[in-house]
């Protein structure tokens, strides 16, 4: 597993890279759709694209957030166990939150494949593309739960 380990730093810089040009987006279309109210323009679908940009950052940075060990974890219980528990610990939720991370991905999925004829209004942006975001970022981090299972399995085994 430790060939893997350079595709998940490149992915992950990826995903940052994607995921601050989504925030710069939408700060950008959230501005101009108040210049566009303010003026009388009338500019439509700016909000429904902002908020596509909105569900692409989350799930973007959610795997990276993963691989770096940056992601929101209550530690209270883990850090009173004995040394020697705590990879079992750490393999138990990590299975656990892959068992969501893909229950989340399938569902996902299925969401593309049962609105792949449809668009949002306004704009016509493709409804299976608010469902991509979640099939990449949540791809991600499913690849990098396996991994961890897989270094956890191995520090539990020394």
Do not use: K
């Not at 209270?76 to 528990?85: G, N, V």
């Not at 739960?145 to 520090?155: F, G, K, Q, S």
């Amino acid at each position: 597993m430790e060939r893997l380990h350079p595709f998940l730093e490149r992915s992950s810089r990826l995903l940052y890279a994607a995921s601050a040009v989504c925030l710069l987006a939408i700060v950008v279309l959230l501005m101009a759709r108040i210049l566009s109210r303010n003026l009388g323009l009338g500019v439509g679908g700016v909000q429904i694209l902002a908020q596509l940009l909105e569900i692409w950052l989350t799930f973007l940075v959610v795997g990276s957030l993963a691989y770096a060990h940056d992601h929101i974890e209550i530690e209270y219980l883990s850090d009173r166990l004995p040394e020697r528990w705590r990879p079992i610990h750490e393999l138990a939720v990590t299975l656990v939150s892959l068992f969501a991370a893909v229950l989340i991905l399938a569902g996902s999925l299925l969401a593309m494949s049962s609105f792949r004829n449809s668009t949002a209004p306004t704009i016509d942006i493709p409804i299976p593309l608010y469902y991509l975001a979640p099939v990449v970022g949540l791809g991600f981090l499913v690849v990098v739960y396996l991994d961890r299972i897989h270094e956890n399995v191995a520090e539990v085994l020394r």
